[in-house]
């Protein structure tokens, strides 16, 4: 058990070296601070719209100023359009989770397919955070994915519409953890899974007949 979770956390420390810098927020993005703030107290396990839309930035900086202090982990997914290099939010929707996990409800997953086949720059941006602890405070670490952020991110992508639309320059699906005062982006699968998954032999896992 110890040397599965070991391998699952160094896969993660791997892949984080291929996902790009965490993001450094401008003062401009900070307006994004009190509508994500409404709208989270407002849309507990729901959905709510946003007054105005908001660029990805100032929205990711309002997920950071909601979460950064508490001690229980949150999902915030944010609807809108990709705009030119970035995303205009438009709807928000906010789950509260517990210490160490927050659920991915399957109302919300499904809202999310609706929304990303329902136009070429449909766009989501899907926020969580790291509660903080004794070691990241410790080690001032950037934001790390977990093993299974990373099996989500590979499990979207693996969907053919996912593919196309982000071969053809549209909207998709971005991920976002936020950990120690910082959001980051992770674009990268678990590397070291996706080495052990290539390495099987073509036969293996097959029940005889």
């Not at 309002?62 to 705009?83: M, Q």
């Not at 990241?136 to 950037?142: E, K, S």
């Amino acid at each position: 058990m110890l040397d599965d979770y070991l391998r699952r956390e160094f896969g993660s420390v791997v892949s984080s070296l291929f996902d790009p810098a965490p993001i450094q927020f401008r003062s401009r993005d900070e307006r994004g601070v009190p509508p994500v703030r409404r709208a989270c107290q407002a849309s507990d396990d729901g959905i709510s719209r946003l007054r105005t839309a908001l660029n990805r930035n100032a929205f990711l900086c309002g997920c950071l100023g909601f979460t950064e202090r508490d001690r229980l982990e949150h999902l915030i997914v944010g609807f809108g359009n990709k705009s030119g290099s970035t995303t205009k939010v438009t709807e928000v929707a906010h789950i509260l989770g517990q210490q160490t996990r927050v659920d991915f409800p399957a109302w919300l997953g499904s809202r999310l397919g609706q929304w990303l086949r329902s136009g070429h720059k449909c766009e989501a941006i899907v926020f969580h955070n790291h509660p903080p602890n004794d070691l990241n405070a410790a080690i001032d670490n950037a934001p790390l994915a977990s093993s299974t952020d990373r099996r989500t991110l590979l499990k979207h992508f693996l969907q053919p519409f996912a593919a196309l639309k982000g071969l053809t320059g549209g909207g998709r699906l971005r991920f976002y953890v936020g950990e120690n005062g910082y959001v980051r982006e992770f674009r990268t699968p678990d590397v070291l899974a996706l080495l052990a998954m290539s390495q099987q032999p073509s036969g293996a896992g097959r029940r005889p007949s």
